[in-house]
């Protein structure tokens, strides 16, 4: 089996807060009471890092701040922390970003991984210019993806594609060692560009079934393309975990308690307009309503009633959640991007408990050494090592 990572994930959506808090997708950002400064969005990077997380993913898009700019501050005041930028290629041409993924790989010591969102809403990408179809922003990205991997072998690159022209480009610093490329997505048009370019496939939490439906359906695209065995799975998901199942279930039911139906109704009818394949199958799990929420053991529907993207959370005790893990990891997925409300207290949750938990059988291992025993006792824990 493939060794597990697991990633946090920078709340610059808005800011962060003890509910959900929605956007993306074409809808509105909720209020947060926590906003998105560098000093606690360092606090949150500097706990991931001691906790264990690999890498922070952080969002793109109108609803949320610079992911660039952000996570090269961010990466000033932490020290191992990776950072998955989330960018969309055709808004920067392919050398800029070629070059911007190199410096920052080489100025920080090889702490960034690229997230390509190619853009799933007309409407938002029209703000920033980009006025091609959805199939027309597939298709650019193939390009795109083209040239950046070819610019990153140090050769001159001549290319002239449908989208993009490039001639003679030549990058003088190549990013050592070379950023791994993360990418979503759902249709046809997404899967044919995962099987030719990407690293690892992310999908969101879906239930395990059918995770491994998708799973499949990559591995069988990438064999055409003569990457069998190339391509990596992850997983994006929110966590939910506590000492007991009772304590979790708790949480998420507080969580729902603050959700409004006005306000299910205002953001569900946003989500429904996007063009988001991804996003209509996260709708089918949730139907819009807070009855019949948990749709596999331990996997709850709740966060997507407000929130586009990722709407789903893995809800129990740290064993429960190490067990949905488990079922995950025996479908093919071996990384997990993870966050919850709040982002700072829900990382010691998860690396607290279920991480240590991952490590007694044998999943998971701290990749820095530990010079103390605290990481091993599970948050909440009155017990003290000996």
Same mark, same amino acid.
């Given at each position: 089996?493939?060794?597990?990572?697991?990633? &946090?994930?920078?709340? /610059?959506?808005?800011?962060?807060?003890?509910?959900?808090?929605?956007?993306?997708?074409?809808?509105?950002?909720?209020?947060?009471?926590?906003?998105?400064?560098?000093?606690?969005?360092?606090?949150?990077?500097?706990?991931?890092?001691?906790?264990? $997380?690999? #890498?922070?993913?952080?969002?793109?898009?109108? &609803?949320?701040?610079?992911?660039?700019?952000?996570?090269?501050?961010?990466?000033?005041?932490?020290?191992?922390?990776?950072?998955?930028?989330?960018?969309?290629?055709?808004?920067?041409?392919?050398?800029?970003?070629?070059?911007?993924?190199?410096?920052?790989?080489?100025?920080?010591?090889?702490?960034?991984?690229?997230?390509?969102?190619?853009?799933?809403?007309?409407?938002?990408?029209?703000? $920033?210019?980009?006025?091609? =179809?959805?199939?027309?922003?597939?298709?650019?990205? =193939?390009?795109?993806?083209?040239?950046?991997?070819?610019?990153?072998?140090?050769?001159?690159?001549?290319?002239?594609?449908?989208?993009?022209?490039?001639?003679?480009?030549?990058? /003088?610093?190549?990013?050592?060692?070379?950023?791994?490329?993360?990418?979503?997505?759902?249709?046809?048009?997404?899967?044919?560009?995962?099987?030719?370019?990407?690293?690892?496939?992310?999908?969101?939490?879906?239930?395990?079934?059918?995770? #491994?439906?998708?799973?499949? &359906?990559?591995?069988?695209?990438?064999?055409?393309?003569?990457?069998?065995?190339?391509?990596? $799975?992850?997983?994006?998901?929110?966590?939910?975990?506590?000492?007991?199942?009772?304590?979790?279930?708790?949480?998420?039911?507080?969580?729902?308690?603050?959700?409004?139906?006005?306000?299910?109704?205002?953001?569900?009818?946003?989500?429904?307009?996007?063009?988001?394949?991804?996003?209509?199958?996260?709708?089918?799990?949730?139907?819009?309503?807070?009855?019949?929420?948990?749709?596999? *053991?331990?996997?709850?529907?709740?966060?997507?009633?407000?929130?586009?993207?990722?709407?789903?959370?893995?809800?129990?005790?740290?064993?429960?959640? #190490?067990?949905?893990?488990?079922?995950?990891?025996?479908?093919?997925?071996?990384?997990?991007?993870?966050?919850?409300?709040?982002?700072?207290?829900?990382?010691?949750?998860?690396?607290?408990?279920?991480?240590?938990?991952? /490590?007694?059988?044998?999943?998971?291992?701290?990749?820095?050494?530990?010079?103390?025993?605290?990481?091993?006792? *599970?948050?909440?824990?009155?017990?003290?090592?000996?």
């Amino acid at each position: 089996m493939s060794e597990l990572k697991f990633h &946090w994930f920078l709340p /610059t959506n808005g800011g962060d807060g003890r509910q959900v808090v929605g956007g993306g997708h074409g809808v509105e950002a909720g209020a947060a009471g926590r906003p998105a400064s560098v000093p606690y969005l360092g606090q949150i990077a500097r706990s991931a890092e001691q906790l264990g $997380f690999e #890498a922070a993913l952080t969002p793109t898009g109108a &609803w949320c701040e610079d992911a660039w700019v952000t996570t090269a501050m961010i990466s000033q005041v932490s020290e191992r922390l990776k950072f998955l930028v989330a960018f969309r290629p055709g808004l920067t041409s392919p050398f800029i970003a070629a070059q911007m993924a190199g410096s920052f790989q080489n100025l920080t010591g090889g702490r960034v991984a690229l997230n390509v969102v190619t853009g799933g809403e007309s409407k938002e990408q029209r703000m $920033f210019g980009d006025f091609l =179809d959805k199939d027309g922003r597939y298709e650019r990205c =193939d390009e795109f993806l083209t040239i950046v991997r070819r610019l990153w072998t140090g050769d001159s690159v001549t290319f002239e594609g449908k989208h993009l022209h490039v001639e003679d480009a030549v990058l /003088t610093q190549i990013p050592d060692p070379l950023p791994q490329i993360y990418f979503g997505g759902s249709s046809p048009a997404a899967g044919k560009v995962a099987a030719k370019h990407v690293d690892v496939y992310l999908t969101w939490g879906e239930p395990p079934a059918a995770v #491994a439906e998708k799973v499949e &359906w990559i591995r069988k695209l990438a064999a055409d393309e003569g990457r069998e065995g190339q391509i990596r $799975f992850g997983i994006r998901l929110h966590t939910i975990a506590r000492d007991t199942s009772d304590e979790a279930w708790a949480e998420a039911d507080r969580l729902l308690a603050h959700i409004s139906d006005e306000e299910i109704a205002r953001v569900q009818d946003g989500l429904r307009k996007s063009e988001s394949v991804g996003q209509a199958r996260m709708l089918q799990l949730n139907q819009g309503s807070k009855d019949g929420l948990e749709i596999h *053991p331990n996997l709850w529907a709740g966060v997507g009633l407000v929130r586009g993207g990722a709407g789903t959370a893995m809800v129990g005790s740290h064993a429960e959640i #190490a067990d949905l893990i488990e079922q995950y990891q025996a479908v093919g997925i071996s990384e997990f991007v993870l966050s919850g409300y709040p982002h700072l207290e829900e990382s010691y949750w998860f690396g607290e408990g279920v991480l240590p938990e991952l /490590t007694r059988r044998g999943l998971w291992q701290h990749p820095t050494p530990q010079h103390s025993v605290t990481a091993s006792v *599970p948050f909440g824990s009155s017990k003290a090592a000996s």
